[in-house]
């Protein structure tokens, strides 16, 4: 067996401004939704027993998986992986303000099991091209190294707000800006405003850097890691089951803790889930994205200080509210 991709031929335009140019993007060609019934009548195929004993299996291990993950528990889900609960909430700094008004969203998280991951990436990936006028044009069997993505790199599970607007985001340190470049550097530390630390660079001087959390408020970046033209670390999170492309004027694609140079572009391409808009922000601050046959893109300048740039491919999976 094989996963099936479509290669598109689309217009991509990162400014209005702009001519836009055409790039096959690849998106994976979904296949419709299985059936509980037919899921089920495979497995007792499969296993060699009845129907109706699958049938009761499988509503026991639903019931006392969620009796469990609702007590706490992370459960095994046999041949998958483990499933528990999570949420997002707003960090505050007086005890008198805990309460449960803060928390925005509750999450159900599942971490695969080694064996599905190597399943995954044992799996081929056939790609097949078509142009802008919808004509198969070629159609290839994947080399890539089958690097399965960790959904939990992102950071904590349980996300915390910094107390902006944008909930769903996950407490954590994040690496913004280098000691050994432009002097100084600054410890990103999420929760209330002033819990950054100071470390000093190892050319002098020292970054504070205040606030910040992964879900949308990066808090100010100051002291000597800001305002000198250099290059400078571009943190990325991708949220959702959408897929995105970061990359320079030269079509240099970007990951994530890579340096950029302050003043150069930054382009976006995103193909959300189906039916959703995607949202970009770069330190909080909300970019425009131009949606084309599907697509959105934009793109921004990289600032004088480490930047981190977030893009949700369906925002409602955290319900991210946006007031930028």
């Known amino acids: 067996m094989a996963l099936k991709v479509k290669a598109k031929e689309k217009l991509l335009k990162f400014s209005k401004q702009s001519e836009g140019t055409w790039r096959y993007v690849m998106v994976p060609d979904l296949y419709s939704s299985l059936a509980q019934d037919k899921v089920i009548r495979e497995a007792a195929l499969r296993s060699g027993v009845s129907q109706g004993v699958m049938q009761a299996c499988w509503d ?17 889900l046999p041949g998958l992986g483990t499933m528990r609960f999570g949420l997002s909430a707003t960090a505050v700094e007086n005890v008198n303000d805990v309460k449960s008004g803060l928390i925005k969203t509750r999450r159900i998280i599942f971490t695969p099991s080694i064996d599905l991951k190597d399943e995954l990436k044992n799996t081929a990936i056939v790609i097949t091209c078509y142009d802008r006028n919808g004509n198969e044009v070629k159609r290839v069997t994947s080399s890539d190294d089958g690097t399965v993505e960790n959904n ?30 432009n002097s100084g550097s600054g410890t990103q530390n999420g929760g209330s405003a002033n819990s950054g630390s100071t470390n ?58 890579d340096n950029v140079h302050s003043g150069s572009n930054v382009n976006i391409s995103v193909v959300p889930v189906e039916g959703k808009e995607p949202i970009a922000k770069v330190n909080g601050n909300r970019i425009t994205l131009t949606e084309n046959d599907g697509t959105y893109t934009g793109s921004f300048q990289m600032p004088t ?10 925002p409602d999976e955290w319900d991210y509210t946006d007031q930028n």
């Open 305 to 314: 200080k480490g930047t981190v740039l977030e893009i949700l491919t369906e």
């Open 200 to 257: 000093s660079g190892s050319n002098s001087g020292s970054g504070t850097n205040t606030g910040g959390s992964t879900g949308g408020n990066t808090g100010g970046n100051s002291g000597s890691e800001s305002g000198t033209e250099g290059d400078y670390r571009l943190v990325i999170y991708k949220y959702g089951n959408g897929t995105s492309t970061v990359t320079d004027d030269s079509e240099q694609k970007i990951n994530s803790n």
């Open 152 to 181: 939990e790199d992102n950071g904590d599970d349980n996300g915390v707000d910094n107390g902006s607007s944008n909930g769903g985001s996950t407490s954590g340190n994040t690496n913004t800006g280098s000691g050994s470049q």
């Open 60 to 76: 026991a291990a639903g019931q006392v998986i969620k009796a469990w993950a609702t007590e706490g528990h992370s459960v095994a």
